[in-house]
């Protein structure tokens, strides 16, 4: 089992950043790559970014290319997700995710262990 603790969201305006934290926990070892995605209200779960957990090789949605970046500490089994010159489409709720063998790194279906998700609020 693996636990998947997100923090930092919040309410910034538009062009603001935030950082987004997601700890790892328990059964981490074989980990494939971490990955973050959000949900808008009445839409569905878009893929966001991700990160390989070896070689830290990166992924992202073509939107947040140039805004966003997503890190990792292996040390302490966290992945961060930079975000800047937020915008209001970028208002989610964001969930990290881990993924446990290969797959597709863009496709929610191919991961195994989710967080609770925070809240990503961007006012205009």
């Known amino acids: 089992q693996v636990q998947l603790v997100e923090s930092g969201g919040g309410l910034v305006q538009t062009g603001g950043s935030l950082r987004l934290s997601c700890a790892a926990s328990?059964?981490?070892?074989?980990?494939?790559?971490m990955g973050w995605f959000r949900q808008a209200p009445g839409k569905e779960r878009e893929f966001v970014a991700a990160?390989?957990?070896?070689?830290?090789?990166?992924y992202y949605k073509d939107s947040v290319k140039g805004r966003f970046t997503i890190s990792r500490d292996n040390a302490k089994n966290t992945v961060y997700l930079q975000m800047n010159s937020l915008k209001s489409e970028d208002t989610a709720v964001y969930y990290c995710?881990?993924?446990?063998?290969?797959?597709?790194?863009?496709?929610?279906?191919?991961?195994?262990?989710w967080g609770q998700g925070t809240q990503v609020t961007v006012s205009s």
């Open positions: 990160i390989t957990w070896r070689s830290s090789v990166t």
């Open positions: 328990g059964r981490t070892v074989s980990n494939s790559a």
């Open positions: 995710a881990v993924q446990m063998e290969g797959g597709s790194r863009f496709d929610g279906a191919t991961y195994h262990y």
